[in-house]
């Protein structure tokens, strides 16, 4: 009788390994038709290994991911939540999923409410925040998405699109400190794609903001401060608009844009550097201004320079590319700070 118990818990235990090594090979082959944007034919592959392991987490996931790729989003959500029912490793890749479907859905409150229940229910994941900035973002409500975007840099601070996320919140409500700090480290993350043209001009138009010829007047410039600003910050949106207005003179025109660009950023962040005490535990004064002040007091920062102009200034490219011993150096200073 044992022996007999003994065969058949062998048999059985052959009979998993073997169901679990097809439903391996059903997601491998899934996997590929996904990537190969062949999505029905994924689902139907995957759907084989369902058969097997109907309480798969990874496979209802996969499903799920290949629906949504799909924008069948209604059963996107439905393979979502079993993956949320199981309530196992995929748990945070099913809540994504799901909020992200609602949101292509048009139903960006309903999102909201799965990505605060994510964050509660899960360790809390740089994505669910980012997600959820977005979402507050697109309703205007900028104070939440802000909050949102910081807790996603704060879990991660490579996230270069929480960073995009952060300067546009503070473009839309006129920080015009703030903006430029968040979009410089963006480009230090992202210096080469569309996005960055998109962050440059907005850097650029902060640090230009405020200053206008007088037409009445000549040789003089008029300088109007930005009302947004917080006291603590109004001294570098101060120093912003005297640098520009001396851009504007004649001893500065023989000078490229990306030399004044470099020479106004040096002190900017500076001047930021020096006025910091630390005194507010946010963002801006535990996170941006000490990097950026650090990398001012290097030999680095021509060099950081550069690589955040080049997607608009060909010359900055050349120079990077004929100076691969900056770059080195850069590198080696970053890995040491």
């Avoid at 949320?84 to 999102?111: C, H, P, R, V, W």
Wanted: with cysteine; proline share 1%.
């Amino acid at each position: 009788m044992k022996y007999f118990k003994l065969v058949i818990a062998l048999a059985f235990l052959t009979f998993q390994i073997c169901a679990q090594n097809n439903v391996n090979e059903f997601v491998k082959d899934g996997v590929a038709l996904h990537d190969n944007s062949e999505f029905e034919k994924a689902i139907d592959t995957y759907k084989k290994a369902l058969k097997l392991e109907p309480n798969s987490s990874l496979v209802n996931y996969e499903i799920a991911l290949s629906y949504f790729s799909k924008e069948d989003f209604k059963k996107s959500i439905k393979y979502s939540d079993k993956v949320i029912d199981i309530n196992d490793e995929f748990l945070l890749q099913a809540y994504l999923t799901k909020g992200s479907s609602l949101d292509m859905m048009n139903k960006t409150d309903e999102s909201i409410e799965v990505f605060e229940k994510a964050i509660e229910s899960t360790e809390g994941h740089f994505l669910l925040d980012y997600n959820l900035a977005l979402n507050y973002y697109k309703k205007n409500l900028y104070e939440k998405a802000q909050k949102n975007a910081i807790n996603a840099i704060q879990k991660n601070t490579n996230h270069a699109s929480s960073h995009l996320m952060l300067t546009n919140i503070n473009q839309q409500i006129g920080n015009r400190v703030e903006a430029i700090l968040s979009g410089l480290y963006f480009l230090f993350l992202e210096p080469t794609t569309d996005r960055s043209l998109q962050v440059l001009n907005i850097v650029h138009e902060n640090m230009k903001k405020g200053v206008s010829k007088d037409e009445e007047k000549e040789n003089t410039i008029n300088i109007l401060l930005d009302q947004n600003e917080s006291d603590r910050l109004s001294a570098a949106d101060l120093m912003l608009s005297l640098m520009e207005a001396s851009n504007s003179t004649e001893g500065n025109s023989d000078k490229s844009e990306t030399e004044k660009f470099i020479e106004s950023t040096k002190i900017f962040v500076s001047v930021l550097g020096e006025l910091n005490t630390n005194e507010h535990d946010d963002i801006w004064e535990t996170f941006y201004i000490p990097f950026f002040y650090k990398l001012s007091k290097s030999n680095n920062f021509v060099t950081y320079c550069k690589y955040i102009t080049q997607a608009e200034d060909p010359s900055s490219k050349l120079w990077l590319e004929s100076n691969p011993d900056k770059l080195d150096e850069f590198d080696n200073w970053l890995k040491d700070n």
